[in-house]
């Protein structure tokens, strides 16, 4: 796929620029934008300015010919004539200094001189640095989900329109709307089609939206909408692992298969059928093998671990989830789900050091995850047990 669609939405593009900006075509830095061949996936830069930056097409200029390529081809790029301001907001989100970024971003939207494309560039980083400095102030996330949706109104044919779909539902996600979080994830799912996914959406990104649109309805507690998403992935997934032979989407495809197979435990647990999921998820947990997929064996575990726990077993569910938390390295979101359901389990053990334990789990959630789901649990945590 085009960018990892979890993690990528994060990921600023980097830039060349040190000097001044200037209008293509007055002696501005090109524009380098790395292309994916279709024929054996190696990726070439291209150099030239950047004429169309669409869903399903890009067009590069080099020279006096025009290169069009499938939006989805486009790996990145590298943006050679922009204002100074994109430039420094570039600098501070290389130093993790998002709320800088932030406010440098905002002045390169807004520059005249700048080209649409460098705009919309600019907009999309703009939303992607108030999410990350949302880990220490909850309000950005609001801001984000802001920015997000201007970007998709101002710029609803750009080829970056599917991941700032993405970041807009997981900045309503993180604002603790998880209903309109899990519609707006539904909304990019939607656009899967087995014969004909729409132009310029990864049928993989599509896919993990359904994914995180199910994890957010069960948030919202509609086991129903959930329900449906997990049936609908189950009858997508599989004919596309059924030819994946060696594709190297073939592991993020099976990580989709071995949820949605889960998703009727976690249904049951989100709708109040705590004993129900506890036979669901230890009969998964029983049955896994030494070759069971990671996406396996620690989705399951999750799911028993929290089952434990909502049966009041808390020293059973913190066994469980420590499983998930130690070696679940392939899933950011769900091993700090699971850090925060350990910390939630922790709290309830009667040990002396138990309220410590619990608080130190919520303060690495808050200070290494703040930009995931998870931290709205473990804002709420850290005031109930005044961390």
């Known amino acids: 796929m085009r960018r990892t669609a979890t993690l990528a939405l994060f990921l600023l593009a980097p830039l060349l620029s ?33 004429q169309r930056y669409e869903l399903g097409k890009v067009t590069v200029a080099v020279g006096s010919k025009e290169n069009n390529y499938d939006a989805l081809q486009v790996q990145s790029v590298e943006w050679g004539d922009v204002p100074p301001s994109f430039r420094e907001g570039h600098v501070y989100s290389q130093r993790g200094a998002w709320a800088d970024a932030a406010k440098s971003f905002r002045v390169a939207a807004g520059d005249a001189s700048a080209r649409d494309v460098v705009k919309a560039a600019a907009k999309r980083h703009l939303a992607e640095s108030l999410l990350k400095s949302g880990g220490t102030d909850a309000a950005r996330f609001t801001e984000a989900a802001t920015e997000a949706q201007s970007f998709l109104a101002t710029f609803a044919q750009n080829a970056d329109v599917p991941e700032m779909r993405m970041l807009h539902a997981r900045a309503l ?68 692992l059924a ?25 049951d647990l989100a709708g109040g059928q705590a004993k129900q999921a506890v036979g669901f998820f230890q009969s998964r947990v029983s049955a896994l093998k030494p070759d069971s997929t990671p996406s396996a064996r620690f989705a399951a575990q999750l799911g028993l671990g929290e089952a434990l726990l909502a049966e009041n077993k808390p020293r059973e569910a913190s066994l469980m989830l420590a499983k998930v938390v130690g070696l ?55 005031k109930d047990l005044g961390c």
């Open 173 to 240: 996600w993180l604002s603790g709307k998880p209903a309109e979080a899990g519609a707006a994830y539904r909304g990019v799912h939607g656009e899967f089609k087995a014969d004909a996914t729409a132009a310029g959406y990864d049928p993989l990104l599509c896919l993990q939206a359904g994914v995180q649109a199910a994890r957010a309805l069960l948030d919202a507690k509609d086991t129903l909408g959930a329900r449906e998403v997990y049936a609908a992935l189950e009858g997508q997934v599989g004919p596309l």
């Open 18 to 50: 040190s000097a001044p900006g200037l209008a293509a075509g007055e002696g501005g830095r090109p524009d380098h934008v790395y292309v994916k061949s279709k024929r054996d996936g190696s990726v070439a830069m291209v150099t030239g300015v950047v």
């Open 328 to 382: 679940d390295c392939g899933d950011r979101d769900r091993a700090l789900r699971a850090t925060v359901k350990l910390a939630e389990a922790c709290s309830k053990l009667p040990d002396a050091d138990a309220r410590n334990q619990a608080c130190a789990r919520v303060k690495d959630v808050l200070q290494n995850g703040g930009d995931a789901p998870a931290s709205v649990r473990a804002r709420q945590l850290a």
């Open 243 to 267: 030819a994946a032979g060696d594709n190297p989407q073939k592991p993020d495809l099976q990580a989709i298969a071995d949820e949605a197979a889960l998703g009727q435990g976690y249904v």
